[in-house]
Structure formats: C-alpha cells, structure tokens
C-alpha cells in the first residue's frame, strides 16, 4: 500500500514558474515509475510527466516539453515536478501516481497507475 500526499499547488501568473511535490510512504516506492497527471475541469485526466525507477529515464506530454522537469529521490520517496513558462492551458488539478508494475517503463494512461494522491490545485492566471 503506498500513500502519496502532493503540494506546491497554488496561483501564479502567466510566465511563471511552480514546484509541485509528491511525497510517498509505504510500498516499494523505489521500484516504481512515479507519474504526474492533470485534469481540468470537463476534460479527462492527461499524461504530464513521468520518470522510471532509477530516474534515468523521463517521458514528458507534448504540451510541456521543454518547460517542466520531473525529478525523484529515491531514498526520500519524494518526485517533483518543476514547472516553468506557465500558461493559462496549464490550469487544472495536478496528481501523482504509482505505477503498477516494479522496475516498469513510463506509460501515458490512468490505468497503468494503481495509487494516487488526492491531488494539487495550479492555477495560472492570463
């Protein structure tokens, strides 16, 4: 059973930069892909940003190529995502999320995740 709990959410404006963070407890978190998602309102939850077990390696949506960067600490079972360059398209709730599988390769869909936290709010003002 893994817990994920995020934070860094909050209100900034177009342009500006955010650091969300997820911090994991139980389960084997080193073994997991750790993945962020967002949903805005109305719309399905979108692939964002995920990194592999040992961080070597990433998959990034095409919206956010280039501007955010995901990043982990194993031994502090912690996996942040830095984002820069924000737009307005960039609001929504933002989620991270366990990968079923140990020592898995980073996959784009909600179902191949089976642990979630409950979720941090961006907002990016115009």
């Known amino acids: 059973q893994v817990q994920l709990v995020e934070s860094g959410g909050g209100l900034v404006q177009a342009g500006g930069s955010l650091k969300l963070s997820c911090a994991a407890s139980?389960?084997?978190?080193?073994?997991?892909?750790i993945s962020w998602f967002r949903q805005a309102p109305g719309k399905e939850r979108e692939f964002v940003a995920g990194?592999?077990?040992?961080?070597?390696?990433?998959n990034y949506g095409e919206s956010v190529k280039g501007r955010f960067t995901v990043s982990r600490d194993n031994a502090k079972m912690t996996t942040d995502l830095q984002m820069n360059t924000l737009a307005p398209e960039d609001t929504a709730v933002y989620y991270c999320?366990?990968?079923?599988?140990?020592?898995?390769?980073?996959?784009?869909?909600?179902?191949?995740?089976?642990?979630w936290g409950q979720g941090t709010q961006v907002t990016v003002s115009s």
């Open positions: 139980g389960g084997a978190f080193g073994l997991k892909v």
């Open positions: 999320a366990v990968g079923r599988l140990d020592y898995g390769a980073v996959l784009i869909y909600p179902n191949e995740y089976n642990y």
């Open positions: 990194i592999n077990w040992n961080g070597r390696s990433t």
